[in-house]
DNA sequence: GGTTTAAAAGACAATTTGGTCCTTATTAAA
DNA sequence: TTTAATAAGGACCAAATTGTCTTTTAAACC
């Protein structure tokens, strides 16, 4: 469904919007808590950092923080940045351009459960997931 | 969301679909009518052969069949045949089991939008996609 | 039986994705 | 001002996916 390095980039952005706000997190403690690959890792936060929902640090005291407040990122944001609009907007049988003018013989069934996951996407803050990390009532790791 | 092969192996089967029943349909037509690679095709309906939905024959008169009315064939047989379960089960952030008694921080809104995919693949069979393409209200190409 | 046709099988190549490592740039603190 | 810490960037490697090509196997037809 997403790509390894969306899911990491989404397991990390849930991390750093446990913390409270404005406070730093290093890249060495996010790839530990989210059991992801570090250096990988680094390279997903760089394009999260490049769209404007990360904010970076060098040197002493550095690491990463969210650009704004939880509640306001969500979701779609992150994944768009990571893979690209193509799970929001493309043909569940690879034709190059989903058009309802010329539709391909799963796309209104596809269609809707796509919008179905875009819609989640959109309406999923990164609040309400850190929220229940902090209740303690879902895990990033198993 | 699907693989190529998945792609082309929904495609392919649809085509097939569209056949009278018996009546065998060549690889190269097959890949020509879908706009797909021919060798890249032949693996995927190999694959499918194995699995027991398409039937193959060998020499003139050769090609590919449906191993059964196009009405018993759905779409989660396709996907389950070519990219595994994955899609059907497993977890929206890559944890290794999708348990909803440890679940992830968007477990219960991504099992949603699976199931919901999921609900749509069992559901659909080649029958009415094969039926829209007859009543040219679809395409399998663009 | 020999020839032709078409799928199966397997080797191989190209591309994309996933992942590591090393150097550079930047910043805080001693 | 030097040193240490940390992210950025780029080169590189590995694995999976996508795709091609050649040989083998099976079947029809003469
Ligand atoms: S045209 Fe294929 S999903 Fe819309
Ligand atoms: S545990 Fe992640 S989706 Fe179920």
Redo the contacts with the bound molecule.
């Keep these: 469904m997403f ?3 969306c899911e ?1 980039g989404i397991k990390a952005m849930i991390y750093i919007a446990q913390q409270e706000v404005g406070q730093r997190v ?3 403690q996010i790839a530990q808590v989210t059991e992801s ?4 890792t ?2 997903t ?2 394009i999260l ?2 769209n404007g929902v990360l904010v ?9 923080s969210l650009s704004k407040d939880s509640s306001k990122i969500n979701l779609a944001q992150i994944v768009k940045a990571i893979d690209g609009e193509e799970i929001f907007t493309g043909c569940g049988l690879g034709l190059e351009k989903c058009d309802a003018s010329r539709p391909c013989p799963v796309h209104f069934k596809f269609a809707s459960v796509r919008d179905g996951l875009s819609l989640m996407l959109h309406s999923t803050s990164l609040k309400e997931l850190a929220d229940g990390l902090d209740a303690g009532t879902v895990f990033l790791t198993q």
């Design positions: 790509s390894k390095a990491y290093g890249l060495k690959p570090e250096a990988f680094a390279k936060l760089q950092a490049r970076s640090f060098k040197g002493p005291t550095g690491g990463f």
